[in-house]
């Protein structure tokens, strides 16, 4: 990702709006219940990237098993079978949002089910949690949690360097852990249970990347960077002998001990001035390969080097592909192909411009090939190939000059795996996606080039400012941190660009006219340009404006009921407004400077404002505003609040924090007066959606905690009822920067997240009477059906069906049959009830899915149980009728 990933974050921080109660117990444990819940369905509307992995790990006993780490959206596991990832941390709540960040994944190889995260966002007091060790037996299907007495960084400088994280190859019940902030190296001998520091450690690092700043952010020492085990030296079952430690210190950066931890020495004759990002060790040719870089990254580091040393006889050969005055880089990314340990791989992570490079040897580091070289400068010659059409925005729409070109090879380029098992598969992480190829070993024919893409489905990392879903054109459009955000025409399909025409580095702000919502404007940080932009086709094409005097970010923005006017709050002047489409501003008066502006749905002269208390109120289209007599309201500026749409004056605020006023308040009269709801512990969002069937007033959606329940909520009768909609399993970390419900679907509800982009769920709450069972459904006509497994692990999966009428009538109810080839189970079905006889399994129509036009089609997902292959059914039949399969 790039550089304003850290701004966007503290200024969320910044806001207050990741207060919240002291951590709660392990993960597993179950809080109280709502009054009431929903089963939803959650789901990514797909990005695919868009945020930095920092890490790949391959488990080096089992074939096609790999895990991916992201500096803030939690990890990952690889499924082979659809060439996808599935997220690990969705179940980490509210109070324990720091969890999300993962400094470090091991994978064990002697007992592949099991998997350890290392998680923790930041080390300073930005984040209120320390850091803690996830240990899973099911491969992260599940979690249990140790605490730590220190926190780790995630998101933290040098998180690309690692793994800080190693399970011992012989004696799995033994694991590393290198500590950042001076804390020192942590060892567990009961499988990641228990841990305690190894005192007899000699080094707990002493570099920072800025050692003045008063933050704590940059001044942090960044410690024990990674562990490696040397696998020669030990049996099954005893702990390996020789383990290998990385220091952040560029006098004293590698340590080694021979006698399993008990006593540790530097390694002489090292080289010195910079720092070890990796180890690779390479066993069966005696080599320890090393990565430096000058400085921690993951942005900076002007020079690097590569060292390989022989562990028998000690001696340190410098086998760097570029003289050192040569490089303008440090490098990072480091692999062995362990099917040819001869061959080594390395980024130069920090090479911005042009481009990263990506070195290789199939000599141990004697000579080396590049992925890219200059024919005659500034003209390039590649070696590789790149296709983007699964991830089109990758290119982000630049038309650069040589030696540049797009897309790019990346940058960032700290993880770089070679599949153990496989020397064609390679995967590397950027700032923005997973690349990589299955046709490696091209690279080494004379003239041959191998083929890269995006290896990143099912990964997604946005960090979420802002949701709008207008009532036409577009269902969704996203404000979103480091790629900007999109306009989602299909939820379920990767939008071909972000926005452009300005292209921000991060959006903060935006919104449409309620009554003519062709008309969007956005808000965000730029480097060099306008901070707000505007569209008259619902977001597809997009014009900059002008910025008033001092604008140094995007602050927030509202769009008049008719487009006609608008009103901006950016970050380094007071408030503005405007007539037409900004390309002249004048200064709001009576509000003050960077106070959060939104505007009525219904009357386009009016727009509302908040700031430390104060409601102001505007009704001559944001020239003069007005502080309401409302009082009792949140006194910070951790707030959001919203109008609703086809009322007039009907505003809803949400915010607070634990030391004062917090929750969810209501006004009918513009503000004048709010009422706070009972029932509502805290709220940090809120935002409206279809009303139910059989009401008129829209549904409410809620970031919130109502009777002791952190979660997301609904309420279809104005506040008075509330409805959990997500469940333990799905909570995401924190959630408080925007929600907004679907104007045109009934139940849908889109949440922004810090790190796992937009999740949106689907009810299987019809919101009438459910008309119960009813006859057998026998519907006639054709039909089409796809059958995708979601998620597999050790004796279990995941799996979506989607049923689709391909005939010329309506079904009035359904029920789909299938026989399994196995010995699969089902063991819980959404959205369809479920019976089965042996091995054939019937899926009936809930209530509120029975009725399915022609070319309409209806999803349901099961999990269940297997042992051995877990092949798909041959057929699927509707009623007497075969379906087509998809």
Known sequence: MRRTRILTVLLALAAGLLAGSPPGALAAETPKAAATADSYTWKNARVDGGGFVPGIVFNRTEKDLAYARTDIGGAYRWQEESHTWTPLLDHVGWDDWGHTGVVSVASDPVAPDRVYAAVGTYTNDWDPTNGAVLRSADRGASWEKTDLPFKLGGNMPGRGMGERLAVDPHDNDVLYLGAPSGHGLWRSTDAGVTWSEVTAFPNPGNYAQDPSDTSGYASDNQGITWVTFDESTGGAGTATGTVYVGVADKENAVYRSTDAGATWERLAGQPTGYLAHKGVLDAENGYLYLAYSDTGGPYDGGKGRLYRYATATGTWTDISPAAEADTYYGFSGLTVDRQHPGTVMATA????????????????????????????????????????????????????????????????????????????????????????????????????????????????????????????GAPLLSALGDVGGFRHTSLTEVPPMMYTSPNFTSTTSLDFAETKPDVVVRAGNLDSGPHIAFSTDNGANWFGGTDPSGVSGGGTVAAGADGSRFVWSPDGTGVQYTTGFGTSWQASTGIPAGAIVESDRVDPATFYGFKSGKFYVSTDGGATFTASAATGLPAGDSV???????????????????????????????????????????????????????????????????????????????????????????????????????????????????????????????????????????????????????????????????????????????????????????????????????????????????????????????????????????????????????
Not at 376 to 386: A, H, K, V
Not at 696 to 705: D, I, V
Not at 725 to 749: E, F, K, L, M, S
């Open 349 to 472: 992570y920090s090479s911005w411009w042009p481009d990263t490079q990506i070195f290789r040897s199939t000599d141990s580091g004697a000579t080396w090939s590049q992925a890219w070289n200059y024919t005659s400068y500034p003209d390039r010659e590649n070696r590789y190939t790149m296709d983007l059409s699964s991830s089109p925005w990758l290119t982000w729409g630049a038309n650069p000059t040589p030696p540049e070109q797009t897309p790019k090879l990346g940058w960032m380029t700290e993880a770089l795996e070679i599949d153990p098992f496989d020397s064609d598969r390679m995967m590397y992480g950027t700032g923005a996606t997973i690349y990589g190829t299955e046709d490696l070993t091209n690279w080494d024919e004379a003239g041959g080039t191998f083929a890269i893409e995006p290896m990143v489905r099912g990964l997604e990392e946005t960090a979420v400012n802002d949701l709008a879903s207008p009532p036409s």
């Open 640 to 886: 959001r609040f919203k109008a609703l749409p086809g009322v007039e004056g009907d505003v809803w605020l949400a915010g607070g924090a634990a030391d004062g006023p917090y929750g969810l308040w209501h006004s009918t009269d513009g503000g004048e007066t709010f009422t706070k709801l009972p029932g509502v512990d805290a709220a940090d969002t809120v935002g409206f959606g279809k009303a139910a069937p059989g009401t008129s007033y829209q549904t409410l959606f809620t970031s919130a905690e109502i009777g002791g329940v952190r979660g997301i909520f609904r309420s279809t009768d104005e506040g008075a009822t509330w409805t959990r909609v997500n469940d333990d399993a799905h909570q995401w970390g924190w959630t408080g920067a925007a929600i907004t419900g679907d104007p045109r679907v009934y139940g849908r509800v889109y949440v922004a997240t810090n790190g796992r982009g937009v999740i949106y769920g689907d009810t299987s709450d019809g919101g009438g009477t459910d008309p119960g069972p009813g006859p057998d459904p026998t519907p006639t006509g054709a039909c089409e059906v796809s059958y995708t497994v979601t998620n597999q692990w050790s004796g279990g999966f995941q799996a979506d069906v989607r049923l689709t009428n391909t005939g010329t009538s309506a079904w009035n109810g359904w029920t789909l049959g299938w026989s399994f080839p196995g010995d699969q189970q089902v063991t819980q079905m959404w959205n369809a009830e479920h019976t089965r006889t042996g091995t054939t399994v019937t899926a009936k129509n809930v209530g509120w899915n029975s009725g399915v036009a022609p070319g309409a089609s209806v999803s349901f997902g099961f999990t269940g149980t297997q042992s051995g292959t877990n092949s798909q059914p041959a057929s699927f039949r509707l009623g007497a009728e075969v379906c087509t399969r998809r």
